[in-house]
């Protein structure tokens, strides 16, 4: 039975909104960023958008293939996992110098977004195995079936990134400066502890 394409897209907003969700690197750096900037999200989001709106390009023409190579991914998670734990330390030993900022992370919002995306082994490897899979289905529609799976990809993203962002910015008015620290530093052991498991994986 032939999936018509707007049920198609409908579910991958489904798949897309589970795997944007799930706590990683990019959550943990838009609490960060969120803290002093509302709409950090909507910046982080468009940084994350240079990286991948090129690799969906680029795997809708087979390049998947070529991020499934098990030495590719090798040093992808070994590159990455050592940019994550960089960010992380940056992070957790500037949340005890400076108060009332995000510390170690790029100061724009955007070029976080493309450091976070760019350097996280995950991303690409779920580009290259579950994201491979819906691009592999929307493509029987042609381009602009691809291009209509990018428009409904991406505001999942924002969504979740802005209502991030705007939360961790609207209750920052009860944070106490004990609070702030212990938010910073737990945004810096995730990116750190991300960055610990990426290293070992690409040994295992």
């Known amino acids: 039975m032939e999936t018509s394409l707007g049920l198609f897209l409908l579910s991958a907003a489904g798949i897309s909104l ?37 690799l969906i390009v680029a795997i809708y023409f087979g390049l998947g293939r070529f991020i499934d190579s098990p030495r590719v991914i090798q040093g992808m998670y070994l590159a990455g996992g050592l940019m994550l734990l960089y960010l992380g330390f940056r992070i957790f030993r500037a949340a005890g110098e400076a108060i009332g900022t995000a510390g ?20 690409y490897i779920w580009w290259a195995t579950v994201g491979a899979a819906l691009i592999t289905g929307v493509a029987k529609f042609g381009p602009v079936g691809v291009v209509l799976f990018a428009m409904v990809h991406l505001p999942c993203d924002l969504a979740w990134s802005e209502f991030v962002s705007v939360g961790t910015f609207k209750s920052r008015r009860w944070w106490t400066e004990r609070a702030q620290k212990i938010v910073f530093r737990v945004c810096a052991l995730v990116l750190a502890g991300f960055g610990v498991w990426f290293c070992l994986s690409a040994f295992l």
Do not use: Q
Not at 25 to 33: E, G, N, Q, S
Not at 107 to 114: H, L
């Open 104 to 123: 170690g992370l790029p100061a724009k919002s955007f070029i976080t977004g493309v450091v976070i995306t760019g350097t996280n082994p995950a991303f």
């Open 18 to 54: 589970t795997g944007v969700m799930f706590p990683g690197p990019m959550t943990a750096a838009t609490i960060a960023k969120g803290y002093n900037e509302k709409h950090a999200g909507a910046w982080i989001t468009a940084g994350h958008a240079v990286i991948e709106i090129p």
